[in-house]
């Protein structure tokens, strides 16, 4: 097994292992190799066998990786690999250029510098797919973007970022004499991306408008300290046209190292027990300003009820004439439950009309 002993002591053995034996890097390595050479076979099993396991906070990356791969099969997204490299002329389309890195000798000027926007790469392969009359299109990407870091008086210094990226095109389900021929939006994706964020036990909080469009027209991110962990948005048609694309395409990115980094600084996750006692729930209909967001409303609702609160949502969004100007109509549902008890009508309405006290003090809202 080439493996030499350059000395023995009563702590063990010091070992000379060959620079081509890559695979042999710890002491469970050269156990197997011994066991290897002795035979499997001739080793006596002991009747009793105690172990322990190890747990950590979260999992090992390419574990995630694979879990979240399978994830998004599961929903219908297929897999793809791209080239590292992309056009240069996408400069036209508001990509910063001052911190791209370019080829020296360049094969083609469709292959002149490496990768600096995940949203890119998924086009070409888009494109093969719709000419082909292959319209349900939902992929996936695990990829890097490349990118120059200025340091003054320093060499050029480079960094990878790797990322998440999904891509969908115009249709969300297959033709079927029983379907409505619903289309996707970059909502549809971005309640994707809502549910991938949460599978792997980070949530989203409410995102902003996309500053520096880019490569959207439209957009949402969501940052943490300053730094982009998400987006999503519909790419821009300039772009689209460009790659010979008659889609519409929605485009969602997450930046995968600042993932790792917030699930590696979480705390130990703490598991409970299913309660035992019924959910309640109540519906409110809401007139509010145009202003005013259901973020927005579910914030103060949750502020106005921490304990018994466990969801607000969306079901109805009215703007009509027979409403007044400025106005529209948000139908909203309250799941109220008690970890230790079933709640009595007097409780339930009492958080309910707190939660709506709430509502109309802080964003003038009125129940209809």
């Known amino acids: 097994m080439d493996i030499q002993i350059q000395g023995e002591n009563a702590k063990g053995l010091n070992l000379l292992v060959p620079f081509y ?14 066991l ?8 006596e099993i002991p009747e009793k066998m105690t172990f322990s396991v190890a747990s ?14 399978q994830f998004l099969s599961a929903k219908g997204f297929n ?25 020296l000798n360049p094969l083609s000027s469709d292959l002149g510098r490496m990768r600096t926007e995940g949203a890119v790469s998924g086009l070409p392969v888009l494109r093969h797919n719709s000419n082909r009359q292959q319209d349900h299109l939902a992929l996936f990407e695990w990829g890097k973007t490349y990118h120059k870091v200025s340091e003054e008086s ?9 990322y998440l990226g999904l891509w969908m095109a115009e249709k969300e389900v297959y033709p079927h004499w029983k379907s409505s021929g619903k ?18 036990g980070i949530t989203l909080d409410t995102p902003s408008y996309v500053e ?9 991110e969501w940052k943490i300290k300053g730094t982009t962990l998400a987006q999503v948005g ?3 048609p300039a772009l689209c046209k460009h790659f010979d694309l008659k889609l519409e395409v929605y485009y969602a990115q997450i930046n995968w190292d600042l993932c790792l980094e917030l699930l590696a600084s979480r705390e130990q996750i703490q598991y409970k027990a299913v309660s035992k006692f019924p959910a309640v729930r109540r519906d409110l209909a809401l007139l509010v300003d145009q202003q005013v967001t259901f973020a927005d409303i579910k914030g103060q609702a949750l502020k106005a009820e921490n304990k018994i609160l466990k969801s607000v949502g969306l079901f109805d969004v009215y703007e009509g004439k027979e409403l007044p100007q400025g106005k529209k109509s948000y139908a909203v549902h309250l799941t109220l439950q008690d970890e230790g008890k079933t709640l009595t009508d007097k409780q339930i309405d009492k958080s309910v009309q707190r939660i709506t006290q709430r509502l109309q003090n802080e964003l003038k809202a009125e129940l209809r």
């Open 21 to 34: 034996r890559v695979d042999v890097t710890r002491e469970v390595d050269v156990i197997e190799e011994i």
């Open 36 to 43: 290897r050479v002795y035979g499997y076979n001739t080793v």
């Open 56 to 69: 950590s906070k979260w999992s090992e990356p390419h574990l995630l990786e694979t879990q979240l791969s």
């Open 79 to 103: 897999e793809i690999l791209t080239n590292s490299l992309e056009p240069l002329e996408m400069e036209k389309f508001r990509i910063a250029a001052s911190k791209e890195v370019q080829l």
């Open 154 to 162: 320093k060499q050029e210094s480079y960094e990878e970022k790797k």
């Open 183 to 200: 289309t996707a939006d970059y909502y549809t994706l971005k309640g994707q991306l809502e549910s991938l964020m949460n599978r792997i």
């Open 212 to 220: 520096e469009k880019g490569m959207y027209s439209d957009g949402l």
């Open 234 to 236: 519909t790419l821009d």
